[in-house]
């Protein structure tokens, strides 16, 4: 879905990239175990500090979204794109990478992260 946004809005499709996912996945489950939601961890970390300790370059990092409520793939990317600053980090045609990653919480409650780079 959201290399669908990037063609239709004239970006080049994104590839997924592990060391982004790992990032990702650990945010998501950083939020949900200590009762937050914020692009600061609980550490204090960004997600440039985030993507660098998975292993990703610390000039590649790019951008970080985040949600949570949303059911779906879909849903999400839908309200990303109808958020101006989620939009913009999708439509970052400099960026070239991408890793989502999600958490449950024990009620269902799903957490979003989508970790950009340009590497």
Same mark, same amino acid.
Do not use: C
């Given at each position: 879905m959201?290399?669908?946004? =990037?063609?239709?809005?004239g970006c080049g499709a994104?590839?997924?990239d592990n060391r982004l996912i790992t990032a990702a996945r650990a945010h998501s489950s950083d939020m949900i175990a *200590?009762?937050?939601? $914020?692009?600061t961890g $609980?550490?204090? $970390? +960004?997600?440039?500090? %985030?993507?660098v300790a998975a292993g990703y370059p610390k000039n590649g990092a790019s951008a970080e979204n985040i949600a949570?409520? &949303? =059911?779906t793939p879909q849903e999400v990317v839908t309200g990303w794109m109808n958020s101006a600053g989620h939009r913009a980090n999708i439509l970052d045609c400099s960026?070239?990478?991408?890793?989502?990653?999600i958490a449950t919480?024990?009620?269902?409650?799903? &957490?979003?992260? *989508? +970790?950009?780079? %340009?590497?």
């Open positions: 959201t290399n669908t946004e =990037r063609l239709t809005n994104l590839r997924i *200590q009762n937050f939601f $914020s692009h $609980s550490n204090g $970390s +960004d997600f440039v500090a %985030r993507e949570w409520g &949303y =059911r960026s070239t990478a991408v890793g989502v990653g919480t024990s009620i269902g409650t799903i &957490y979003w992260t *989508q +970790d950009f780079g %340009r590497v």
